[in-house]
């Protein structure tokens, strides 16, 4: 008996470096699914008028516009995954990228592998059609607008901390190596992660979160072997 056939997602690049363009819409056809292209914001809102489009791949420097714009733009009437891509990888662009409605944030140069994992991740989220917000004492990770939130109060944050948040209020109350850490955040494509990644982020994290980030409550240090999230009442 024959199996159903399978659906054949549409990915909008939406990016004015044609070869990197091309390299993208190469990967992703090679995997199946349909890949169109554009090279200014002009020409993708037609295409996006023109045919369904599944997600979309949207650097922020075009020669027509901000993608940041775009990004608003669309996200005031679709909910269409959308991943940013840019040169800038300054903590606050991330923040205003998330903030303009993208689920995810990547800067350049990147490796097309860990582009592929982004997009199949935003695919299975979509796909599932529930709602996954991860909670622990006061805060709540909103894993479908990749959020957080502290009561009411919403706390920027980067992808990056983002994905270490969710690692650790997933795992709330547990030692996690810093090697557990680092292979969840980055799996096998972590070569652009240096040994004062980890601790950098953390810190960040601790200055957003902690009363007093220099007597940590919240993310603990164990010496020697890793962290350890508290949370808090």
């Not at 023109?50 to 979309?56: E, Y």
């Not at 709330?172 to 980890?198: C, H, M, P, R, Y």
């Not at 007597?215 to 890793?226: D, L, S, V, Y």
Request: charged share 25%.
């Amino acid at each position: 008996m024959a199996g159903e056939a399978k659906e054949i997602k549409t990915i909008l690049i939406l990016e004015d470096d044609e070869n990197l363009s091309r390299g993208i819409a190469f990967t992703f056809e090679k995997d199946g699914y349909h890949a169109v292209s554009a090279g200014c914001i002009k020409e993708g809102k037609r295409m996006l008028e023109q045919q369904n489009t599944d997600l979309i791949i949207l650097d922020l420097g075009l020669p027509d516009g901000n993608g940041m714009d775009l990004c608003k733009e669309i996200r005031a009437y679709s909910k269409i995954p959308i991943i940013m891509l840019t040169a800038c990888d300054l903590e606050t662009d991330e923040v205003s990228g998330l903030l303009a409605g993208a689920d995810d944030y990547i800067t350049k140069p990147f490796s097309l592998s860990i582009l592929r994992a982004r997009v199949e991740a935003l695919f299975r989220r979509s796909l599932s059609g529930i709602s996954h917000t991860i909670s622990s004492g006061k805060y709540k990770l909103d894993a479908d607008l990749c959020k957080l939130f502290r009561e009411d109060e919403e706390i920027p944050i980067s992808a990056t901390e983002y994905r270490l948040l969710s690692f650790f209020m997933t795992n709330a109350g547990q030692v996690l190596t810093k090697e557990q850490i680092l292979s969840s955040l980055w799996d096998n494509e972590g070569n652009f992660v240096d040994e004062n990644t980890l601790p950098v982020n953390i810190s960040r994290l601790r200055a957003k979160l902690e009363d007093d980030p220099r007597n940590p409550q919240i993310i603990k240090t164990i010496h020697g072997i890793g962290y350890i999230w508290i949370g808090g009442a």
